[in-house]
């Protein structure tokens, strides 16, 4: 079946501001559809073993780099408003659902990406089938005085310096216990861990927000995170879970690896991950 999946690289317009780098992993006859959502620093490139996995099993998957971040163009880790990152998701979702009429698609987000993609559900609700968040940020890691004040310091450069890099100090130890994963993430070239002050400010705004409007989302969610993730606080995936509608969270699921670091999809058990994954959506 490995041989049979089609790799496409292309370009998509998804708003005003120019292209995205796209990529696709198409079987010969697609029974369903995954859209995936990269995190912060990251691309749409790491998820190949992901996605042919998904590929392998009928699903048609798609994904793209978004702003700022992989082969997309323009200054790294910058966005005009953190709003556009939901928005081009919903229009993705509507691109691809053009390509692949009928068929049920799953949309999943990890890290940031799981973020961009709770605010999706919550405000645009995108005609998905069912969602999965992993290790989003819903939370932000640290906190108390420190922390305030970098929240501070980030509103008030978005006004007055709205491009000026800021680099988050990820510890790509923190992704996953396979050193290979870590080998690759430091020499990956498209990997760029800088964010500007305008980025980063409307990220955290969208933390807040879209913990506030979980109760609004519509579709069934599997949360998935690492219990020892220190990137992305698990804590902000349960507030989430327990804040969706009762009639969403009777269809939900939250699934919480004790053992597992932020990038549950890239450890050494992410084989067993993504079966959870297969068996939620089967039921």
């Not at 006004?159 to 690759?184: F, M, T």
Request: proline fraction near 7%; glycine fraction near 10%; hydrophobic fraction near 40%.
């Amino acid at each position: 079946m490995r041989d049979k999946i089609l790799r496409k690289e292309t370009q998509v317009v998804l708003s005003d501001q120019g292209e995205r780098y796209r990529r696709s992993w198409l079987p010969p006859e697609p029974t369903r559809v995954m859209i995936l959502v990269h995190g912060y620093a990251e691309h749409a490139g790491r998820y190949d073993e992901m996605a042919m996995y998904f590929a392998e099993r009928g699903f048609a998957v798609h994904a793209y780099d978004q702003a700022g971040h992989g082969r997309t163009t323009g200054p790294r880790g910058h966005v005009d408003r953190f709003d556009r990152l939901p928005e081009e998701v919903a229009r993705f979702v509507e691109l691809v659902g053009l390509d692949h009429p009928r068929l049920p698609i799953t949309l999943v987000g990890h890290s940031m990406g799981g973020l961009v993609v709770a605010a999706t559900c919550a405000e645009h609700h995108p005609p998905v089938d069912r969602v999965v968040l992993s290790g989003a940020l819903l939370e932000l890691a640290g906190g108390g005085l420190r922390q305030s004040l970098s929240l501070f310091a980030a509103k008030i450069l978005s006004v007055l310096a709205p491009k000026i890099g800021l680099a988050a100090g990820l510890d790509p130890q923190g992704l996953s216990r396979d050193p290979e994963v870590v080998r690759r993430y430091v020499e990956d070239p498209y990997v760029k861990d800088r964010m500007t002050a305008r980025f980063a400010a409307g990220m955290n705004a969208a933390v807040a927000r879209t913990r506030a409007g979980a109760g609004r989302v519509e579709r069934p969610m599997l949360i998935l995170h690492g219990g020892l993730d220190p990137m992305a606080p698990p804590a902000g995936s349960r507030s989430f879970h327990a804040a969706l509608a009762p009639g969403v969270s009777g269809e939900s699921e939250l699934k919480v690896y004790p053992d597992l670091r932020h990038e549950i999809f890239n450890e050494p058990e992410r084989e067993a991950v993504w079966q959870d994954m297969l068996d939620w959506l089967d039921r």
